[in-house]
């Protein structure tokens, strides 16, 4: 099996979850990791096992021979990590939110284009089971035309987001907040699922936690939503609401419901799915079973390793040549996810109903 040369660009997510996932993957050779702090660089090599540990990441770009650069920092670097990674002759598997604003996710498509390479964002959620069952289902055609959808993620994680830092998560100007870590993957499920384009959309950006305070009298401002809610239409018809929240006590995870002309399709937790066509009650549908979880991965990264081990596999296929999947999230994924979010966070700020061009 050939073996794909990846270096990886954070040590935060990058180090729990991108590096040993991709490592789990016959396919890929994990040779580098960078941080972008330059901290804990001998604590990362322990942690990773990868030996090539970089304190700069234009360092890593100029030094290694690597075939695909994993960018895993901060939303707002994503933008000069990739452009100068094109340059350098990299593919690359972004992270999301694909960038700042949707200027910047354009800019980074030209930059592929001008390079010739190949780039993903990495909606990986794409590949659980449950929403490949969802998307087969609408693209059939057997719930008719969609008309409206519901589709929210709640988080129980009032506690933590009350009692500790958030760091650039919790900024604005950082590109922080749950639009981006949360409504990225709704938005885009949103389009994939429906196929559809976004007309108008109606925003609500909130902090309900705006600052915490640690031991030391320390003060952390936040500026960035920790719950926003979103509705709008489509082109040509149907309606969506889409909402997060991380600072609830009680929550019950993903919840979508898809109601079309001829039938409902309802789903939670990413595990369980109803239909019901016509007048016929919910059914639970029979999904693919899930993945063998490596022995000994961390419990962050088996979080996320049923679906982020489908969507490598699927960039694997199209770095050898091999056909390439039409689910699989390329750039203006990202770009048409990030003009939504624009739209949404305009609405909230200026208070009105934004028609997307």
């Known amino acids: 099996m050939k073996k794909i040369r990846v270096g990886i660009i954070g040590t935060g997510f990058g180090a729990k979850v991108h590096a040993p996932v991709i490592k789990s993957h016959p396919g890929f050779e994990v040779v580098s990791i960078s941080s972008v702090s330059r901290g804990r660089l001998d604590d990362i090599k322990e942690e990773t096992g990868i030996e090539n540990v970089y304190g700069n990441w234009e ?28 340059e350098s002759g990299k593919h690359v598997l972004c992270e999301k939110p694909m960038a700042f604003d949707a200027l910047e996710a354009e800019k980074m498509i030209q930059a592929r284009d001008a390079a010739g390479k190949m780039g993903w964002i990495n909606f990986e959620y794409r590949f659980l089971p449950a929403r490949q069952k969802i998307k087969e289902i609408i693209s059939s055609g057997t719930i008719g035309k969609v008309l409206h959808v519901n589709f929210s993620l709640n988080i129980a994680g009032y506690e933590r987001y009350a009692t500790s830092k958030r760091g650039w998560l919790s900024q604005k100007d950082q590109a922080g907040g749950m639009l981006g870590a949360v409504g990225s993957h709704l938005i885009d499920s949103l389009l994939w699922w429906t196929d559809a384009k976004v007309e108008s959309v109606s925003g609500q950006l909130t902090t309900h936690v705006p600052e915490f305070i640690d031991e030391n009298g320390e003060k952390e401002v936040r500026t960035a939503d920790d719950a926003f809610q979103a509705m709008g239409n489509f082109v040509g018809g149907g309606t969506f609401n889409i909402g997060s929240n991380i600072a609830v006590r009680h929550a019950e995870g993903w919840e979508l419901e898809v109601y079309g002309t001829d039938g409902t399709i309802k789903m939670s937790q990413d595990n369980k799915v109803l239909v019901g066509i016509g007048n016929d009650p919910l059914e639970e549908v029979e999904l693919e079973g899930a993945l063998e979880i490596p022995k000994g991965m961390n419990p962050v990264a088996a979080g996320y390793f049923n679906a982020f081990y489908r969507s490598l596999d699927e960039v694997y296929k199209s770095l050898l040549g091999d056909e390439v999947n039409p689910d699989l999230p390329v750039l203006e994924d990202g770009f048409r996810v990030q003009v939504v979010m624009d739209a949404i966070r305009r609405s909230a700020e200026e208070r009105r109903t934004v028609i997307i061009d």
């Open 59 to 86: 360092e890593m770009l100029e030094k290694e021979d690597l075939d695909l650069v994993s960018v895993a920092s901060a939303p707002l670097l994503h933008h000069d990590m990739v452009v100068k990674a094109f």
